[in-house]
């Protein structure tokens, strides 16, 4: 069956759509078009199921040796999303190279919205006033008085600061209105305000930068008294990759037990932040194990780290009309050559660090605002389809890698929205459309050009890092990395 590739763009961005008449490795080449780019075309009136068994553009099987969609759930249209897109309850392949240098295990649980129809939405920064800064305020520091933050110093008798005669304090919160902007270039308002909180015998930092047209950035961060003028790092991650990490840090139990909460505990806290934050259309999406670290002197190696404290970090994306952004731990700033120097538009983050103490640290990053539906329901590929696609893909991704040997396992797949745009034509919108999130663990062997290599073994598995993102309309590959 021949199918007309969706085209996703408007005067924002393209991705470049092939016929599935045309070699099935075309899909999985991407370009990028740059400034110039065609309009945005909606796909056409029938939103039913383009996943016909067998024939050209469809598959029943997706490789050989891959066997996973003999449970389908059938391919009527109407009906649910599964139905519609032949989703099979497990998505299950096996798959090695001739020369056994990669192997791709797939053995994973697929998450699908319940929605019946897919729409696609046009998307720009969130409009920051005052009135929103304030609500962040409240939600975090109630009444506690907040001081500038670059001449602070804590009172010793509190915070066990060893200045004998600290600076006299001023209060100070955040004022748009404080900001500044240059008169040739009024579309860079910007705005930046970095103070310290006092609450009862605990400090916050609190940082917000924003750039009108560009970015928003919010931060806000619990003082440790043991290290109160050092920089602290909350990360997450570290206990997905154990086999390769041999430099001190706590267990995994010892960390569970310095967080003094469960990941449920820590989940609600981000829910009743979320509420006080009026961003009701936001919800946890994943949740981690993590720890604090700060580095002593000028040295920042991983041996010389310091670990003081334990959390869980809850991941928060928004959900419109049933269907979740997928969480996805890379930025999306990255930018390909000859494009350096244009504006970068990193993906919207709402992130928070919780133990028993409470909030450690909260994120805020690049806020959306939904605005034009530029399609109801568009046409989507079958899994089968982007199944076949996917298993093509990530071997060409691996083929002429330095490693011995590559063991590729896909333990979770999700359907869900991908905020994409072309810096080069506009980097202040930018169009939500549904794509296939592949997750689960990569283990590389050995090294082909360094001898003393040859033994290592190193594994990368984190939870919301995507192996691979695939367009669920038209089945390119994108690039999580540039964010289109």
Partial sequence: MRRKAVIFCCTLLVFVSVSCAGARNSRILRENPGPGADSYREAGESSGSTGDSGGEGGSGNVS?????????????????????????????????????????????????????????????????????????????????????????????????????????KKESRPRLEDSEQPPESPEYNSYYFY???????????????????????????????????EVLYWDSGYFQSEETTTYPRPSREEAERIAGITPEQAQETAKEYLKRLKMDEFSPQNTCLGVCRYYTGNVYGSNDAQYIDAGYLVSCTREIQGISVTDEKRNGIWTEPGLDELPKWGYEKVEFFVNEEGLQEFRLNNMYSTEEQQAADIELLSFPEIA????????????NTDALQTDIHIDRVQFGYMRVYNPGVDHTRGILIPVWDFFGSRVSYGSKIQEEQKDYVFKRAEPNESILTINASDGMIIDRQLGY
């Avoid at 720009?124 to 005052?130: A, R, S």
């Fill in 64 to 168: 050989d040796g891959a066997g996973g969609f003999d449970n389908v759930s059938g391919g009527a249209s109407g009906g649910s999303l599964a139905e519609r897109l032949l989703v099979p309850e497990v998505y299950e392949a096996s798959i090695q190279s001739e020369d056994g240098t990669f192997q791709l295990t797939c053995d994973a649980g697929i998450e699908l919205p319940d929605a019946s129809r897919i729409p696609v939405f046009e998307v720009g920064h969130k409009e920051i006033d005052q009135e929103w800064i304030d609500c962040v305020t409240e939600t975090f520091f109630g009444n506690a008085p907040i001081y500038e933050g670059d001449s602070y110093i804590p009172d010793p008798e509190i915070f066990g600061n060893d200045v004998e005669n600290p600076m006299e």
């Fill in 195 to 229: 103070g310290i909180a006092e609450m009862e015998e605990t400090l916050f930092s609190y940082k917000l930068r924003w750039i009108q047209n560009n970015s928003l950035q919010i931060n806000i961060l619990r003082k440790k008294p043991e290290a109160l003028n």
């Fill in 388 to 399: 076949e696609i996917f298993e093509q893909a990530i071997q060409m991704n691996y083929e």
